[in-house]
């Protein structure tokens, strides 16, 4: 599930416009996400590191000036709010939260930011619209047009997609995809507590995106990562699959992590046992956890080789295996 591919976040291929592909809720092991959100392909996955809840340094795996694609890039795509990226956003976990930030003024009419006189509502991708169909069009415009702008400036400045996503919500808030794009800009701006809030009121309202990883992250953002472990043994968590299903693998490994337990993070991730054959962000993000994780309980030489496969993986440069590499070297 991602906000920005599928979801509030998207834009239509008939328009040419840069998309944001909303965040891989990364893992810090944080969610890097797949899937559809409001925003687009893919939206908010963040990245967490060993240690990263108890304050230390923040290390992401992933490089993050390569996932910026240019607007050549990506082309004509539909904007989804929905959908998302598969970066990760910041990581989670105590120390790393912005102060919840109140939302009544910021969802009045008079505190939205301006909108570009080249966003359409038609940008939109039309999945998303078709949650609009119940407003009036000058109000499924308005909200239409926030959420492009909002996918549009998730990555570069998340405090300003989150305004947009706010001014939405403040004409629909009783709307799915409005809510998560809500909760997605949130939790790349770091408010876990805001972002948990939202997404959990837009999986109420049946959102079809597969937002239990980036909850459970969140989960971990506001210092309950034993919430985190729960939530991962719910059936919704056991409906996961393919990539949704590794991406709470990876919040759950950070979570674990936060609460000291290292060998039950080491064997969640090796269960089904990793491919180290295999390619791709997903792939490159659950190998540079685990080879983090070895660090951690100080198998270094397994460590190495696993970075080597995370580097190998990553063909999309979403790391900084290796540069790891050259540090155990």
């Known amino acids: 599930m991602i906000l920005f591919s599928a ?54 795996p992933r490089r993050a000036a390569s996932n910026r694609a240019s607007n050549n890039q990506r082309g004509n795509r539909s904007f989804d709010p929905r959908s998302r990226d598969r970066r990760p956003p910041r990581s989670s976990g105590p120390g790393r939260a912005r102060p919840a930030q109140p939302e009544s003024a910021e969802d009045s009419q008079d505190s939205a930011p301006r909108l570009s006189a080249d966003i359409e509502a038609r940008q939109l991708a039309p999945e998303v619209r078709r949650e609009l169909v119940t ?30 996503a706010r001014a939405a919500r403040g004409r629909a808030a009783r709307i799915a995809a409005v809510r998560e794009a809500v909760g997605i800009a949130a939790y790349h701006c ?11 009121a837009a999986r109420r309202m049946g959102s079809k995106s597969p937002l239990l990883p980036m909850i459970a992250d969140c989960e971990r953002g506001v210092g309950r990562p034993e919430r985190a472990v729960e939530l991962a043994r ?64 100080e198998r270094t030489d397994e460590a190495l080789q696993w970075f080597i496969h995370a580097a190998e993986a990553d063909v999309e440069g979403v790391t900084d295996a290796e540069e790891r590499i050259t540090e155990l070297s």
């Open 7 to 60: 979801g509030p976040f998207s834009v239509s291929n008939s328009v040419r416009n840069p998309v944001r592909k909303m965040a891989e809720k990364a893992c810090d092991y944080g969610w890097s996400g797949t899937g559809q959100y409001p925003f687009g392909d893919s939206a908010g996955r963040k990245a967490h590191v060993v240690g990263d809840s108890q304050g230390g340094e923040e290390r992401r």
């Open 135 to 164: 407003l009036d069009k000058a109000t499924a415009d308005y909200v239409a047009r926030h959420l492009v702008a909002a996918g549009n400036l998730l990555d570069e400045d998340p405090e300003t997609a989150l305004a947009h």
């Open 190 to 200: 770091g408010d876990w507590a805001q972002a948990l809030a939202e997404l959990r």
């Open 234 to 297: 719910s059936p919704e968590a056991e409906a996961l699959t393919g990539e949704d299903a590794d991406e709470l693998r990876i919040v759950v490994a950070g979570a674990r992590a936060d609460l000291g337990q290292f060998e039950q993070a080491l064997t969640l991730l090796s269960t089904p046992p990793l491919d180290p054959t295999s390619r791709g962000q997903t792939a490159a993000r659950l190998f540079y956890v685990y080879a983090d994780l070895l660090l951690a309980v």
